[in-house]
């Protein structure tokens, strides 16, 4: 009698996530650097391994990357000091490294991938309109019928991404995003530091705004409310706080 061999190919193949979080940019609005944002790439990953999912992290340049300060639990601001989990992946070398040296997107194969999940931070609004490699990929995913997911100001990179018809993959579909009554909290927030004039936004456009344009239907839960959406194989998750809403959505849908 032998025993099976827990490696055979009767072992079903994991899942696997591409994750892309936006490298260094400079805000044109404000001149401070901007990055991504910590919570949208560590709760979609401690989501993903807890389903045994396989992961990894990409930018569209490749290279080192930088959280935008207020993201990092230990910032003086304390605005996200209960962030746990983030703590926790920041305080992994073998996962803190993940950041450190990511892999470009043109190395991105989306044949050995089942999803692709772009994460926001302040530096998408700067940087996505130029990232026409990315816009590619996340077209190829979503057209081979595989999950495309963005998050917060991830999602701006559907103000871009255009099918291989040429029609805006957002037209017509149902989206979240960074909602306006989050970017008026923002707003008011810097304003009443002084560390902006009231003439001036933190952001150079609004996604709700936007993609409403664009022929987009955008729906929201409200202020700071974790929530996300699928239209299909196109899933969003609204701000910061729906890491984890839109990783259950993606894992509802691949299954595990």
Known sequence: ?????????????????????????TSSTTGWPVGFWWSELTHPYYAFHE???????????GGKCEADGMSDPRDASGYSASDLISMGFIHTASLAALVENTKPVSELRAASFDAIVVA???????????????????????EAGKVAAALCHGVALLRYARLSSGELLVKG????????????????AVWSMGAMPRDRHLMPWRI????KKLGANFVQA?????????DG??????????G?????????TLGR
């Open 222 to 230: 409200g202020l700071w409310r974790g929530f996300a959406v699928r």
């Open 208 to 211: 709700e705004d936007e993609l």
């Open 173 to 188: 579909k149902t989206v979240t995003g960074f909602a306006n009554v989050e970017e008026d909290f923002a707003d008011n």
């Open 244 to 252: 984890a809403e839109t990783a259950d959505l993606i894992i509802e």
């Open 233 to 242: 194989n196109l899933i969003t998750g609204q701000q910061n706080f729906s």
């Open 120 to 142: 926001g931070g302040q530096a998408p609004m700067f940087s996505f309109e130029g990232a026409t490699e990315l816009h590619r990929k996340f077209v190829e995913f979503y």
């Open 1 to 25: 009698m032998s025993l099976r061999d827990p490696n055979s190919s009767n072992k079903s193949k994991p899942k696997r996530v591409a994750i892309v979080i936006a490298n260094p940019a």
């Open 51 to 61: 389903a045994g999912y396989e992961v990894e992290v990409f930018s569209p340049a």
